[in-house]
């Protein structure tokens, strides 16, 4: 193989926390818990009194349109191509398929979009809201199937059991691949220069410390 046309790069080994799911890196993964938090309430101030007539403001400008999120600009047949080969993957453990979500392949479009504009590296979002998986190749070598191979390329490392601080960053990719309680997949992918950057996200999350995949 010509390295220096078909180069695949990898991220170096996140760290992981007791009952938390996991960082695992490129193809990457990348799991947080999310905690849900309610502001307090607020108390009631007195009533100002009343004030004097005020000249009537100047009707406000129009207000802009709302911003569409960016939709995926994977193609349907790349769609059908990696959904399909995770359901395989799950399917071969015995755990139910997955179902396409436009809204998540949205938010995953909008992030591969971030780092082809910005670093053409990969990097996970600072507070992800679902399981993400990435990965980086060049193009017209790799596609984004590929990508869902290189990930289960880790079933091998897996031996078994629950995640553990000591066995989850060789297997992470594959373990939030067939995370049983794991229901919705959305993919995006972008090109910077001649790279290819494909992220997919996955609700609800897997790799919590503690817990099996299946």
Not at 143 to 164: I, N, Q, V
Request: one cysteine or more; aromatic letters at 8%.
């Amino acid at each position: 193989m010509n390295w220096r046309k078909r180069v695949v790069t990898f991220l170096p080994k996140g760290r992981a926390h007791r009952g938390r799911p996991v960082s695992i890196i490129v193809p990457a993964l990348l799991i947080l818990t999310m905690i849900g938090c309610a502001a307090p309430p607020v108390k009631p101030t007195a009533e100002p009194p009343p004030a004097e007539p005020a000249a009537a403001p100047p009707p406000a400008p129009p207000e802009a349109p709302a911003m569409k999120p960016t939709a995926t600009r994977m193609s349907a047949q790349d769609i059908k191509a990696i959904t399909a080969y995770h359901n395989k993957v799950r399917a071969d453990v015995g755990v139910g398929p997955l179902q396409w979500s436009q809204a998540l392949a949205n938010y995953a479009q909008e992030w591969a979009d971030h780092l082809a504009g910005t670093t053409c590296a990969m990097k996970h979002r600072t507070e992800p809201l679902y399981g993400e998986n990435l990965f980086q190749g060049t193009v017209g070598a790799y596609t984004a199937l590929d990508g869902a191979k290189a990930w289960e390329s880790e079933k091998k490392d897996y031996k078994g059991g629950m995640l553990t601080r000591t066995n989850w960053q060789p297997i992470g990719h594959y373990t939030q691949m067939v995370w049983r309680n794991t229901r919705m997949l959305g993919c995006g992918e972008a090109v910077c220069d001649t790279t290819l950057i494909v992220a997919c996200n996955y609700d609800p999350p897997g790799n919590v410390l503690g817990r099996k995949p299946y």
